[in-house]
Nanobody
Framework: VQLQASGGGLVQAGGSLRLSCAASGISFGSYALGWFRQAPGKEREFVAAISWSGVSTEYTDSVKGRFTITRDNDKSTVYLRMNDLKPEDTAVYYC????????????????????WGQGTLVTVSS
């Protein structure tokens, strides 16, 4: 199983980036996908998730209205479109895959996820 995250980089505040995470080795359509991030000196935190069907999405409050998670099952890829980026969005972003429906009913918990990607660095300058 491999989750390959890409699309990170350096961007000015107010700018946009689109992260991608390509999966292989799993039945992609059976997995919910999530994005997490870890800023320097901080714990990893939940950012966004999308259900296996693509019908349901979930976002942490700080990115609502700015970030959009989507998936393309034909390409086995999940995306995170990030608009109006702020310096506090600077972090390593990780994608993760969760088989089926989370036992807790929420996609926010790291323990729900079965597989993780290697991370891609997003740096937002002020």
């Amino acid at each position: 199983v491999q989750l390959q995250a890409s699309g990170g980089g350096l961007v000015q505040a107010g700018g946009s980036l689109r992260l991608s995470c390509a999966a292989s080795g799993i039945s992609f359509g059976s997995y919910a996908l999530g994005w997490f991030r870890q800023a320097p000196g901080k714990e990893r935190e939940f950012v966004a998730a999308i259900s296996w069907s693509g019908v349901s999405t979930e976002y942490t409050d700080s990115v609502k209205g700015r970030f959009t998670i989507t998936r393309d099952n034909d390409k086995s890829t999940v995306y995170l479109r990030m608009n109006d980026l702020k310096p506090e969005d600077t972090a390593v972003y990780y994608c993760a895959a969760d088989y089926g429906v989370p036992a807790t009913g929420s996609y926010r918990g790291e323990l729900e996820y079965d597989y993780w990607g290697q991370g891609t660095l997003v740096t937002v300058s002020s």
